[in-house]
């Protein structure tokens, strides 16, 4: 199994342009929260039914979701799993709280599609293909990739 270190570096690769990193530090996790908050739109009737009195949080399809996502960094380092999974939980808050102001799905489509503007946009400039092209899994590295950077997590 490759270590964070290696997933890391192997990302790094094709990021290297300036412009292109601060594109990522701005839209990787803007792609991740949208991403939290198209899957909080699917209507969750059964769940709330199972679980009348349980946190609105806690009762949507995005926060399974986001444990089964975690263990995958759980598993590479438990110092990025947890902080992977505090990004997750201001994820899941944060769109709990837009959705009362905005249609959460129209808003996280909105954002999803900036997004991905924008990292298309700084590949463009890098003049390298996105890593995900070459690995799917490097959809869940660059979310890693972006927090170890800005806040230069050693992911041991």
């Known amino acids: 199994m490759r270590t964070l270190k290696d997933w890391f570096d192997e990302y790094a690769e094709s990021h290297m342009n300036p412009f292109n990193k601060k594109v990522h530090y701005i839209c990787v996790p803007v792609i991740f929260f949208s991403i939290v908050g198209l899957i ?20 949507n399809y995005a926060f399974p979701v986001l444990l089964f996502v975690n263990v995958f960094y759980m598993r590479l380092s438990p110092a990025m799993g947890l902080n992977m999974l505090i990004f997750s939980a ?67």
Do not use: R
């Open 90 to 156: 201001m994820c899941l808050i944060g769109n709990y709280l837009l959705s009362g102001f905005v249609e959460l799905w129209v808003s996280s489509l909105i954002l999803f599609s900036a997004g991905w503007i924008g990292q298309f946009y700084g590949h463009k400039v890098e003049g390298k293909k996105p890593s995900f092209f070459k690995d799917l899994q490097f959809l869940l590295i660059g979310p890693a990739w972006v927090i170890h950077n800005i806040f230069n997590t050693t992911g041991k």
């Open 40 to 59: 909080m739109s699917i209507p969750h009737s059964a769940l709330t039914d199972l679980l009348p009195t349980a946190s609105p949080v806690l009762i």
